[in-house]
């Protein structure tokens, strides 16, 4: 995961991390989508200084992903083995989990720290194939 922030250096071409504060992880319990993660641990750098943090946080992980896809299959001989017909169901995200995207790492966002985007609905897709 990334934190960013506003930089007022003048240096082109330098990015500016956020200062940290103070441990960010949240214990699992305590994570929701609205704080994913402690905001609180994190500052925007004063003028003319480009931060303490690392570029990207190893220690904050963004939500795992939770998903199954399921192919069914079935070949059916017709018409004396000449013709053979196969009918397939295939089936994505097939337990309907919800995918959380990675929550907002902008310090000067009024989302930071939220997640504010998810994904994961089932899609069934269902084949019949003629083979002579």
């Known amino acids: 995961m990334v934190i960013t922030t506003t930089c007022s250096t003048i240096i082109p071409g330098i990015g500016c991390t956020a200062l940290r504060l103070k441990d960010p992880v949240l214990p699992g319990d305590a994570r929701t989508i609205d704080r994913y993660f402690e905001t609180s641990a994190f500052a925007t750098p004063p003028a003319f200084s480009m931060g303490s943090d690392s570029r990207t946080e190893p220690r904050l992980r963004t939500p795992g992903i939770n998903n199954f896809d399921i192919g069914i299959s079935r070949n059916q001989r017709l018409k004396e083995n000449r013709v053979k017909m196969q009918f397939r169901a295939e089936f994505f995200s097939a337990f309907n ?5 990675s929550p907002t790492g ?3 966002s009024p989302d930071f720290g ?3 985007s998810a994904t994961g ?3 069934i897709q269902l084949g019949l194939r003629l083979s002579y």
Do not use: D, N, S
């Not at 989990?97 to 995207?101: F, V």
């Open 114 to 116: 939220r997640i504010t």
């Open 106 to 108: 902008a310090t000067t």
């Open 121 to 123: 609905t089932r899609t």
């Open 97 to 101: 989990h919800t995918q959380l995207g």
